[in-house]
């Protein structure tokens, strides 16, 4: 009999702990397979001494594990890379290109006390010669941690040492393994050295043997062939229980199915923000894609996610993300796109003596577009520059009429560029803006010096702190969250891996962007967290639930995103570039545990959807019919057993706001502002209400920024240029200095499609010619072409002629349909969709709006017999 190997298996979760063969083993030192596991036995108040095999690990590979190891070996790791030679550039390409998944492997491998040249006569692909050769350079960074962890493992007095701050030996000299339904590599090594020295190991699981379908790779699992007992020795227990699960493992066995008696339901939502209106705060959600719906759920509930410590969720993390990804090695430029540089403004971390620049971020929406062609650091300030010399021509009509800058009303209509987003921005802001521009880059120059290519960790750590003291000086304060995450920084800054060694500066910047990412905290198969919170929103992976049917309270739970794509899961992490063929030909006790995961990962899925069904407390189960790019998905199978009946679609919007009461005392005054208003909004409140609240009430005046928009006002300045003498090629010139991120060949394209004699008559004519009062203020009727982008005459549409004859219409017209604007929805008014939508300024975010998508057939002119809708 094999007395160093014991397996002790139950069918009851509820019951399990009375059953003698296993009371024998309450004081014994308890190893849980997850934390979460740990967390449902201890609140059974059985077992006095639970520990996580987290916490062996880290005792045994002491600092192996540190994030400033892994940050420190990732940066060796990609100056191998870098300076490499003699291999397939393609090959080479593909490492550098995924260099975490490199470095996880060779970690993983270490840690079992693999090396290079053992694996090495095994290899037969190019990717596993060139990984042991890659590897092999690796050993002297990887070396003071494993001399340490292999005499802790190797050393019986050690081992035995380690683990008598756990409890053992104490009062039993057995450790209970509870919940390994499959055995990593690492834990597997450990195992097996703990059962070397003499320890026995007592491997304690649920466990049916009637129901081989579910349970029989449990059986593998403990087997003798790797390492432990096989399935005639266990000790087996049985306590039945009237469980849903029971039923389940029926049907999973071919044999008679009843209908389940039991606290279960089944939602389907169409889409997530269905799910997301449900969100119940007492319900645990637990999910097998639970990365993708909290990347969904933390827009919604921020404040769920606080104590997630992971950089990226806040303003600095992103910042110092964007700054070391500025520096492009290959080029050696510092590019910024316009996604980078409008997320820098918005975090807050960018500022100087005039200001953060979070508070330009809506002024620097407005300019972007006049950057679209933009990358360097260099063409960024050049086309700044350009954009305020050509904001200067198009104010310069300003200075003539001795309009103040606060009366924009007259502004934009003498000088109608304004209606160029890029154009409506202040000078006085342009120059802010300019600043924060120079700023941004200065840090990045900073961070990254060109002419010294090579650094210490320690030099560039000392950078980033320098920065961040640096940005506090002019920020007002700081959230207690932001507060705690940058002394966190600074402290991780500080005490980086004494190493003398130069690193290029682009391996520390993509070190520093992975360490952001908590990629560097990812391990060979971490089913684990650290702190599990039972009611905390966040939405919890799937295999949590080995813990929740242990204890004695029973929260509702909801196993969201169960549709046929996600669940089961049918994928195996693999240690890449290995391939299976060389694990099988290796035959190492210790990396077959690859194998028997690829092999039985459909199994760890029953087994806990097995465990799930045995909770006590309400399951709700729930999937999303449309997702991502994914149309009509079904539930998953396993759901489908259960032959539940679905609730109705009954979800209530949570996000319908109460319209605000304006009161009659004050509907007068509203009024008497309203009509001192130019004619022309009257027109703009009569296409859309909610168009006028955007443009006239929330800011100053409309301005369009989209591509779309601005080839019609650009296409009305060609008619004026036109209309007064100037030549095509003249123009083209003149279009080219006010527009310059636009083609030479798209300019001459509207140029040329707006210089038709009649188009250019019928301008002077009708826009030049006539004119429009406001106040004192006289100007052409060609301003309102930059107001709606066309003329009033574009269309036949009865919608579009009645809101233009309210320039010619009285005062009593002009207050009926003031009346109406002010009794309706408030503050944020009434939207009237319609195929006009297409020439709006605020379609892009206005959430009635109708999309080309929703235009298409319709005809967006009443002349166009093609019905494309592309007709004006």
Same mark, same amino acid.
């Given at each position: 009999?094999?007395?160093?190997v014991?397996?002790?298996?139950?069918?009851?979760?509820?019951?399990?702990?009375?059953?003698?063969e296993?009371?024998?083993?309450?004081?014994? %030192?308890h190893v849980?397979?997850?934390?979460?596991?740990?967390?449902?036995? =201890?609140n059974?108040?059985?077992?006095?001494?639970?520990?996580?095999?987290?916490?062996?690990?880290q005792k045994?590979?002491?600092?192996?594990?540190?994030?400033?190891?892994?940050?420190?070996?990732?940066a060796v790791?990609?100056?191998?890379?870098?300076?490499?030679?003699?291999a397939?550039s393609?090959?080479?390409?593909?490492?550098?290109?995924?260099?975490?998944?490199?470095?996880?492997?060779?970690?993983?491998?270490?840690?079992?006390?693999?090396?290079?040249?053992?694996i090495?006569?095994?290899?037969?692909?190019?990717?596993e010669?060139?990984?042991?050769?890659?590897?092999?350079e690796?050993q002297?960074?990887?070396e003071?941690?494993?001399k340490?962890?292999n005499?802790?493992?190797?050393?019986?007095?050690?081992?035995?040492q380690?683990?008598?701050?756990?409890?053992?030996?104490?009062?039993?000299s057995?450790?209970v393994?509870?919940?390994?339904?499959?055995?990593?590599?690492?834990?597997?090594y450990v195992?097996?050295k703990?059962?070397?020295?003499g320890?026995?190991?007592?491997?304690?699981?649920?466990?049916d043997?009637?129901?081989?379908?579910?349970?029989?790779f449990?059986e593998?699992n403990?087997?003798a062939?790797?390492?432990?007992?096989n399935?005639?020795?266990w000790?087996?227990?049985?306590?039945?229980?009237?469980f849903?699960?029971?039923?389940?493992?029926?049907?999973?066995?071919g044999e008679n199915y009843?209908?389940?008696?039991?606290?279960?339901?089944?939602?389907?939502?169409?889409?997530?923000i269905?799910?997301?209106?449900?969100?119940?705060?007492?319900t645990?959600?637990?999910?097998?894609?639970?990365?993708?719906?909290?990347?969904?759920?933390?827009?919604?509930?921020?404040?769920?996610?606080?104590?997630?410590?992971?950089?990226?969720?806040?303003p600095?993390g992103?910042?110092?993300l964007?700054?070391?990804?500025?520096w492009?090695?290959e080029?050696?430029?510092?590019?910024?796109t316009?996604?980078?540089?409008?997320?820098?403004?918005?975090?807050?971390?960018?500022?100087?003596?005039?200001?953060n620049?979070?508070?330009?971020t809506?002024q620097?929406?407005?300019?972007?577009?006049y950057?679209?062609?933009?990358? +360097?650091?260099k063409?960024?300030?050049?086309?700044m520059?350009k954009?305020?010399?050509?904001?200067?021509a198009?104010?310069? +009509?300003?200075k003539?009429?001795?309009?103040a800058k606060s009366?924009?009303?007259?502004?934009? =209509?003498?000088?109608p560029?304004l209606?160029?987003?890029?154009f409506s921005?202040?000078?006085?802001?342009?120059? =802010?803006i =300019?600043?924060?521009?120079?700023k941004?880059?200065?840090?990045?120059?900073?961070?990254?010096?060109? *002419?010294?290519?090579?650094v210490?960790?320690?030099?560039?750590?000392n950078?980033?702190?320098?920065?961040?003291?640096?940005?506090q000086?002019?920020?007002e304060?700081?959230?207690?969250?932001?507060s705690?995450?940058?002394?966190?920084?600074?402290?991780?800054?500080?005490n980086?891996?004494?190493?003398?060694?130069n690193f290029?500066?682009?391996d520390l910047a993509?070190?520093?962007?992975?360490f952001?990412?908590?990629g560097?905290e990812k391990?060979?198969?971490?089913?684990?967290?650290?702190?599990?919170?039972?009611?905390?929103?966040?939405i919890?992976r799937?295999?949590?639930?080995?813990g929740f049917?242990?204890?004695?309270?029973f929260?509702d739970?909801?196993?969201?995103? %169960?549709?046929?794509?996600?669940?089961?899961?049918?994928?195996?992490?693999?240690?890449?570039?290995?391939?299976?063929?060389?694990?099988?030909?290796?035959?190492?006790?210790?990396?077959n545990m690859?194998?028997?995961?690829?092999?039985?990962?459909l199994?760890?899925? *029953?087994?806990?959807?097995y465990?799930?069904?045995n909770y006590?407390?309400?399951?709700?189960?729930?999937?999303?019919?449309?997702?991502n790019?994914?149309?009509?998905?079904?539930?998953?199978?396993y759901?489908?057993?259960?032959?539940?009946n679905?609730?109705?679609?009954?979800?209530?919007n949570k996000?319908?706001?109460?319209?605000?009461?304006i009161?009659e005392e004050?509907?007068?005054e509203a009024?008497?502002?309203?009509?001192?208003l130019?004619?022309?909004?009257?027109?703009?409140?009569?296409?859309?209400?909610?168009?006028?609240?955007y443009?006239t009430?929330?800011?100053?005046f409309?301005?369009y920024?989209?591509l779309?928009? %601005?080839?019609?006002l650009?296409g009305?300045?060609?008619?004026?240029?036109?209309?007064?003498?100037?030549?095509?090629e003249?123009?083209?010139?003149l279009?080219?200095?006010?527009?310059?991120?636009l083609?030479?060949i798209r300019?001459?394209t509207i140029?040329?499609?707006? %210089?038709?004699?009649n188009?250019?008559?019928?301008?002077?004519?009708f826009?030049l010619? *006539?004119?429009l009062?406001f106040?004192?203020?006289?100007?052409?009727v060609?301003?309102?072409?930059?107001?709606?982008?066309?003329?009033?005459g574009?269309?036949?549409?009865?919608?579009?002629?009645?809101?233009f004859d309210?320039?010619?219409?009285?005062?009593?017209?002009?207050?009926?349909?003031?009346s109406?604007?002010?009794?309706?929805?408030l503050?944020?008014?009434?939207?009237t969709p319609?195929?006009?939508c297409k020439?709006c300024?605020?379609s892009?975010?206005?959430?009635?709006?109708?999309?080309?998508?929703?235009?298409?057939?319709?005809?967006?002119?009443?002349?166009?017999?093609?019905r494309?809708?592309?007709?004006?």
């Amino acid at each position: 009999m094999n007395e160093k190997v014991s397996v002790v298996t139950y069918d009851n979760p509820y019951t399990f702990y009375k059953i003698n063969e296993i009371r024998n083993y309450q004081n014994s %030192m308890h190893v849980c397979a997850t934390t979460s596991l740990k967390v449902g036995l =201890r609140n059974l108040k059985v077992f006095s001494n639970l520990i996580t095999m987290r916490e062996v690990i880290q005792k045994f590979y002491e600092g192996w594990n540190d994030i400033d190891v892994r940050f420190h070996q990732y940066a060796v790791l990609s100056d191998i890379l870098r300076s490499y030679q003699g291999a397939n550039s393609e090959v080479l390409l593909s490492f550098k290109r995924n260099k975490l998944n490199l470095l996880i492997t060779m970690r993983n491998l270490s840690e079992i006390f693999l090396t290079p040249e053992s694996i090495f006569p095994y290899c037969q692909t190019e990717e596993e010669k060139l990984f042991c050769c890659i590897w092999n350079e690796m050993q002297p960074v990887f070396e003071p941690y494993l001399k340490v962890a292999n005499n802790n493992l190797q050393s019986e007095d050690l081992t035995k040492q380690i683990l008598s701050q756990f409890g053992f030996g104490q009062s039993n000299s057995s450790i209970v393994l509870h919940g390994f339904y499959f055995i990593t590599p690492v834990q597997h090594y450990v195992f097996s050295k703990w059962k070397k020295h003499g320890i026995h190991l007592v491997f304690l699981n649920m466990y049916d043997g009637e129901k081989p379908s579910l349970f029989g790779f449990l059986e593998e699992n403990f087997s003798a062939a790797n390492g432990w007992i096989n399935r005639e020795r266990w000790t087996v227990t049985n306590d039945k229980g009237d469980f849903a699960a029971k039923q389940i493992a029926n049907v999973l066995e071919g044999e008679n199915y009843e209908p389940l008696q039991s606290k279960m339901e089944e939602v389907p939502y169409n889409y997530v923000i269905d799910f997301v209106q449900n969100i119940k705060k007492d319900t645990v959600y637990i999910s097998p894609n639970e990365e993708e719906l909290n990347t969904r759920l933390r827009d919604f509930y921020p404040k769920a996610y606080i104590n997630e410590r992971h950089f990226l969720s806040y303003p600095i993390g992103q910042y110092l993300l964007h700054l070391h990804s500025i520096w492009k090695e290959e080029t050696e430029e510092y590019v910024v796109t316009e996604r980078i540089m409008r997320e820098c403004f918005a975090s807050g971390w960018l500022q100087n003596e005039q200001g953060n620049a979070k508070d330009l971020t809506h002024q620097l929406d407005k300019i972007l577009p006049y950057f679209s062609d933009c990358h +360097t650091d260099k063409e960024w300030y050049e086309r700044m520059n350009k954009l305020m010399l050509s904001k200067q021509a198009v104010s310069n +009509t300003l200075k003539n009429f001795r309009i103040a800058k606060s009366d924009h009303f007259k502004a934009v =209509r003498v000088s109608p560029g304004l209606r160029f987003s890029f154009f409506s921005v202040s000078m006085k802001d342009l120059k =802010r803006i =300019r600043s924060h521009f120079k700023k941004l880059f200065l840090h990045a120059r900073e961070l990254f010096d060109i *002419k010294k290519k090579r650094v210490k960790i320690k030099q560039h750590f000392n950078k980033i702190q320098d920065l961040l003291d640096e940005a506090q000086l002019y920020r007002e304060s700081l959230s207690n969250e932001e507060s705690i995450l940058i002394n966190q920084l600074k402290e991780a800054l500080a005490n980086p891996i004494e190493d003398q060694s130069n690193f290029h500066i682009s391996d520390l910047a993509d070190a520093i962007i992975m360490f952001l990412k908590k990629g560097l905290e990812k391990n060979d198969l971490d089913l684990d967290d650290e702190n599990p919170v039972p009611h905390d929103l966040k939405i919890k992976r799937f295999e949590v639930l080995d813990g929740f049917i242990y204890g004695k309270d029973f929260p509702d739970l909801h196993l969201c995103g %169960m549709d046929e794509r996600h669940f089961p899961v049918t994928s195996a992490p693999m240690p890449w570039p290995i391939t299976k063929e060389l694990l099988s030909r290796l035959d190492y006790p210790a990396t077959n545990m690859y194998l028997f995961r690829e092999k039985h990962r459909l199994s760890f899925s *029953k087994y806990l959807f097995y465990l799930l069904l045995n909770y006590k407390g309400k399951i709700t189960f729930s999937w999303i019919r449309n997702f991502n790019d994914e149309e009509n998905l079904d539930k998953s199978i396993y759901i489908e057993l259960l032959g539940l009946n679905p609730l109705p679609d009954n979800i209530e919007n949570k996000y319908e706001y109460e319209p605000a009461s304006i009161s009659e005392e004050n509907i007068e005054e509203a009024m008497l502002k309203l009509e001192a208003l130019p004619r022309e909004e009257y027109v703009e409140m009569q296409l859309c209400p909610r168009r006028f609240y955007y443009s006239t009430v929330s800011d100053y005046f409309s301005s369009y920024s989209s591509l779309f928009h %601005m080839q019609f006002l650009i296409g009305n300045l060609v008619k004026i240029y036109g209309a007064v003498g100037r030549g095509k090629e003249e123009i083209v010139d003149l279009l080219h200095n006010l527009f310059p991120f636009l083609s030479n060949i798209r300019l001459r394209t509207i140029v040329d499609s707006n %210089m038709n004699e009649n188009l250019l008559q019928s301008t002077l004519r009708f826009g030049l010619q *006539k004119h429009l009062k406001f106040d004192e203020i006289e100007y052409p009727v060609s301003s309102m072409y930059f107001h709606f982008l066309t003329h009033r005459g574009a269309f036949e549409s009865e919608q579009w002629k009645s809101s233009f004859d309210l320039m010619s219409r009285g005062r009593l017209k002009r207050r009926e349909v003031l009346s109406r604007v002010l009794n309706g929805k408030l503050p944020l008014l009434e939207a009237t969709p319609s195929v006009f939508c297409k020439l709006c300024p605020h379609s892009s975010y206005c959430e009635d709006a109708y999309y080309p998508v929703d235009l298409k057939g319709k005809g967006f002119d009443d002349r166009d017999e093609t019905r494309t809708g592309t007709a004006l």
